[in-house]
Nanobody, 121 residues
Framework: QVHLMESGGGSVQPGRSLRLSCVTSGVTYSTLCMGWFRQAPGTERKAVAL??????YVWYADSVKGRFTWSRDDANNSLNMNDLKPEDTAMYYCAARSGNCASAPTAFSNWGQGTQVTVSS
């Protein structure tokens, strides 16, 4: 059984940094895509970063490119978020799917419970 658990969210001022972690267990897919998504109140859930650990494929949404970086250490997937902006405020979710990476949330069958990030002065 696949299990994902996020941590590391919090409240920070604009320009500061946060590091989100996603610890996985039970993920044994031969082709794996891991994703970080976010959802602000009243909006759709959207992908911010996708990675295929085997092929090295990495994708970032334009809104976070250059500020967010994915890193991976065994079962711990981290999203390093720098120069945070108020528009980054959202619930952040880690997700996993079997197969090639896709940005649609509906393509992912395994989700963590989410961690809240709030950026405000």
């Amino acid at each position: 059984q696949v299990h994902l658990m996020e941590s590391g969210g919090g409240s920070v001022q604009p320009g500061r940094s946060l590091r989100l972690s996603c610890v996985t267990s039970g993920v044994t897919y031969s082709t794996l895509c891991m994703g970080w998504f976010r959802q602000a109140p009243g909006t759709e859930r959207k992908a911010v970063a996708l990675i295929n650990p085997t092929s090295g494929y990495v994708w970032y949404a334009d809104s976070v490119k250059g500020r967010f970086t994915w890193s991976r250490d065994d079962a711990n997937n981290s999203l390093n978020m720098n120069d945070l902006k108020p528009e980054d405020t959202a619930m952040y979710y880690c997700a996993a799917r079997s197969g090639n990476c896709a940005s649609a949330p509906t393509a992912f069958s395994n989700w963590g419970q989410g961690t809240q990030v709030t950026v405000s002065s």
